[in-house]
């Protein structure tokens, strides 16, 4: 495999857990809609608690999981934990048995375990490939 011509490179999320949040969502906005329309008290907080899950979900829904760049990748596994690695702190990269997560060893040797288990089964390993070609790629020219 070979460095990428164009960039960003997205890897999307698995079709059936995009379909399983869509169900959510469009049940939780239907709830949320009928909910408000009642106007009483206990439906209002179930509203709420509904509105707030639809807007997590969308997000999730709309935003890919692994963002490739020429300097770094990105990767967002939900609303808040949104985590950008540069390839210049990356040693080396491993991944587990199961080719369910990808450990990436720091230049300190610190170890850092992701999931990877929502990425497409088949797009699982072009993703590691990049990184690893990015990483490796910057490991020479370091030197």
């Known amino acids: 495999m070979e460095v990428p011509k164009t960039y960003p490179v997205y ?6 857990l995009m379909i399983v949040l869509l169900i959510i969502v469009l049940t939780s906005g239907v709830i949320t809609y009928y909910s408000f329309k009642a106007y009483t008290v206990y439906h209002i907080y179930s509203a709420f608690v509904f509105a707030i899950s639809l ?4 997000w999730l829904y ?14 967002n596994t939900g609303l808040f934990s949104h985590k950008r690695y540069c390839y210049r702190d990356i040693q080396k990269i491993e991944v587990s048995p199961d080719n369910n997560k990808m450990i990436l060893i720091m230049n300190d040797y610190d170890a850092i375990e992701i999931s990877i288990r929502s990425i497409k089964k088949k797009e699982r390993d072009k993703v590691i490939e990049i990184i690893k070609i990015h990483v490796y790629k910057d490991l020479l020219d370091r030197e």
Not at 62 to 75: A, L, S
């Open 55 to 58: 807007v997590y979900l969308s």
């Open 11 to 16: 890897f999307e999320r698995r079709v059936w």
């Open 62 to 75: 709309f935003n890919p999981f692994c963002i490739v760049e020429k300097e770094h990748f990105e990767i």
